[in-house]
Structures are given as structure tokens and as C-alpha cells.
């Protein structure tokens, strides 16, 4: 049998249902408090996580990786997240040797329309 974790309690302990994941329930006739000695382990595995970000460093967009590895997209994308706010800042030099700009315009202001 299995010992209550609420009131250490060994006996007077009865087989209460099964949970949505399939475990098995008890109920302590002691305290009268419901428990899981044994719950299954939730979430994925570290192995999982890993190749999601390997697959999105490699150019592979969310979706797909979400289709491939069986998972939600939105779930691989906190993945992507937590991994970058553990990576150390990028380096930015203090003085830069050389600085190149492209032949980007932009307009900041009202537009006028030729007139006729």
C-alpha cells in the first residue's frame, strides 16, 4: 500500500479513482485528503527542447518545427525565447573602425501631391 503524504499515514488507505493522465488515485481515510503517490512526469524532454532549437537555428520557421517534433508551434517559440535570455549579450565594439551605410531613403514628414 502506499503512505499519505499529508499525514504520513500507511493504513486506511483506499484506491480512489484515476486521474485525466490515467494514474492511479488514493484517498486517506486518516485525513480524508485525495492524492498520486506516483504522477507521470510532465512537459518535454531536455532532448526535445534541444533539437527544436537546433531545427530553428538551422532556418527551419516554428510551424514546421512544431509538425515535426509532434509539439504546438507557440510551445517552440518559448522554447526559442527562454534559450535566447540565457545567452550572454552580444559583443559591441567601443569604437567601430569601419561604419557602412546603405542607399536607404525615408521620409519623415506630409507627403505633397504635384499639383496640375
Not at 51 to 73: D, K, P, S
Not at 87 to 114: C, H, I, Q, S, Y
Request: proline content about 9%; charged content about 20%; glycine content about 6%.
Amino acid at each position: 500500500m502506499s503512505t499519505c503524504p499529508y499525514c504520513q499515514s500507511s493504513d486506511e488507505q483506499v484506491k480512489n479513482g484515476r486521474n485525466p493522465s490515467g494514474t492511479q488515485r488514493y484517498q486517506c481515510n486518516h485525513c480524508q485528503r485525495s492524492y498520486t503517490p506516483q504522477r507521470k512526469p510532465h512537459g518535454y524532454g531536455p532532448e526535445v527542447r534541444q533539437q527544436a532549437i537546433q531545427l530553428y537555428v538551422e532556418g527551419v520557421n516554428l510551424r514546421r518545427i512544431g509538425r515535426i517534433l509532434g509539439v504546438n508551434h507557440q510551445t517552440v517559440a518559448n522554447w526559442v525565447t527562454a534559450h535566447v535570455r540565457q545567452l550572454p549579450p552580444a559583443p559591441v565594439p567601443d569604437k567601430p573602425e569601419v561604419v557602412e551605410l546603405d542607399e536607404l531613403f525615408t521620409f519623415v514628414g506630409k507627403k505633397t501631391l504635384p499639383t496640375s
